[in-house]
């Protein structure tokens, strides 16, 4: 029987697959399920800065007194923080598996000391979402990437718990960003995050929502990335998230270089069971090319482990089809 053992940030793992953050992850029950469906750890559903902002500013605008504002923003902030603290401290309670607890942070001062809460409610290992979404033309990539540098040195310097960054894939230089996420003191990054993304009603002519889940094709260009990460920062741990929605897909990030997976619309599209299949299938193919251990193959398919890594660096269809009409 091959051993699906992974090393993640120093976090060891029964096999390669997390489930990813997301409402599946937000509660004790549903992580409980989650944790007898097979994953190896699990990633908390995030603590939006942004939605406790958008919570106390409304509680804001239903009062007479303007006096009242700080006081309304620090009771929401801790009220949130204090449910997501008794949250990662009753799933540790109730699960054997790794906890990661996430917070999707749109600046960097106020996460800090939270942090330490964190890691002292017992987490595993803290994941930072963070994304801006760059809506001011006067500034530059520098300015919002500075941000996340800031937000690393100052969070890695606060907690001993691994610390990993979940990125999003609009990065001029992602190898650049990782690297320099390294640096200080970042032990995982996740690439990549799925955002809402807008789209338009044209019979209504209206905004709505685009699919919020993922397909499989959307495996492709993470792909890329983590074949690449992982050989040019190579000691960054990587977990591939996006588009794994098969076993072959979790291989096929292995081979690149992944140290994990994280799996999110497959679950909620197919149900739990889905887990099985993954770990299932990785075991059976492990054992058809007879592979004892997963550090065996990870990383074969890397950018310069292939006869050719410039199909890696290949973007431009007209390299590959130019012989086609
Ligand atoms: C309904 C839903 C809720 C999500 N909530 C979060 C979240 O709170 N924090 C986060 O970092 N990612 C969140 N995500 C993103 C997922 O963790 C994951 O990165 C993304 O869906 C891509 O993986 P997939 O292709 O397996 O779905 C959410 C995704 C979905 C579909």
């Not at 902002?53 to 239903?62: H, K, Q, V």
């Not at 790794?98 to 330490?116: K, L, M």
Request: net charge negative.
């Amino acid at each position: 029987m091959p051993d699906l053992g992974v090393n993640y940030m120093g976090l060891k793992l029964k096999n390669p697959v997390i489930a990813g953050s997301s409402g599946l992850t937000s509660t004790v029950d549903k992580i409980r399920s989650i944790e007898q469906a097979g994953v190896a750890a699990v990633v908390l559903k995030s603590l939006f800065e942004e939605q406790i902002n958008y919570e106390a500013g409304s509680l804001i605008r239903n009062q007479d007194y303007p006096e009242a504002e700080d006081y309304i923003k620090s009771y929401t902030k801790s009220h949130s923080v204090d449910n997501y603290i008794t949250l990662i401290e009753e799933t540790k309670k109730s699960v054997a598996i790794p906890v990661i607890a996430s917070i999707n942070c749109v600046s960097a001062n106020d996460w800090i000391g939270f942090s330490r809460r964190i890691e002292e409610a017992g987490a595993d290992a803290l994941e930072l979402n963070v994304f801006f979404l760059p809506t001011d033309k006067y500034k530059s990539a520098t300015d919002f990437e500075n941000i996340y540098y800031d937000l690393a040195s100052r969070v890695t310097g606060i907690v001993k718990i691994p610390v990993a960054i979940k990125l999003g894939n609009h990065f001029t230089n992602v190898l650049e960003v990782v690297d320099r996420l390294y640096s200080y003191g970042v032990k995982g990054v996740v690439m990549f995050n799925r955002f809402y993304e807008p789209d338009i009603d044209i019979e209504k002519i209206k905004l709505t929502s685009a699919d919020i889940f993922s397909s499989a094709s959307d495996l492709r260009h993470v792909l890329r990335w983590t074949a690449l990460v992982s050989d040019k920062v190579n000691l960054m741990d990587i977990s591939a998230s996006t588009g794994v929605h098969s076993w072959e897909a979790v291989v096929k990030q292995l081979l690149a270089g992944a140290k994990t997976v994280q799996v999110c619309s497959l679950l909620y599209k197919n149900g739990l069971g889905e887990v099985a299949n993954l770990i299932g299938g990785v075991e059976q193919w492990m054992s058809s090319k007879r592979f004892s251990t997963v550090d065996e193959f990870r990383g074969k398919m890397s950018y310069r482990k292939i006869p050719d890594p410039s199909v890696y660096e290949r973007s431009q269809f007209m390299k590959y089809f130019s012989s086609i009409d």
